[in-house]
């Protein structure tokens, strides 16, 4: 079992930068993928970032040059470094964990992000 903890959530002017974390606990070496998603109300849940193990990474084209995402593997800890943050409706942040031994997805509870212009 894999258990995730978002938090740095809140509210932010357009511009601005944030940092999200994601706590993990549980059997953490079973963890291979590890991703942030975003769903904003009425709207499907959309990935944002993911970052493998062995630290490659991938991105939303629509946040490509604005967001980092990176993890500290000592501390059980994902990042999400937001800069240059757009006027959008606010959005719930989910972490989400794969194991690469069952390939099971683990999800958080989410933090809400709100971008006002």
């Known amino acids: 079992q894999v258990q995730l903890v978002e938090s740095g959530g809140g509210l932010v002017q357009a511009g601005g930068s944030m940092r999200l974390f994601c706590a993990a606990s549980?059997?953490?070496?079973?963890?291979?993928?590890m991703a942030w998603y975003r769903q904003a109300p009425g709207k499907q849940r959309e990935v944002v970032a993911g970052i493998f193990s062995a630290g490659s990474t991938n991105y939303a084209d629509s946040v490509k040059g604005r967001f980092t995402i990176s993890r500290d593997n000592a501390k059980n800890t994902m990042y999400l470094q937001m800069y240059s943050l757009k006027p959008e409706a606010p959005a719930v942040y989910y972490c989400?964990?794969?194991?690469?031994?069952?390939?099971?997805?683990?999800w958080g509870q989410g933090t809400q992000v709100t971008v006002s212009s």
């Open positions: 989400k964990a794969v194991s690469k031994v069952t390939t099971r997805s683990y």
């Open positions: 549980g059997i953490i070496s079973s963890i291979n993928y």
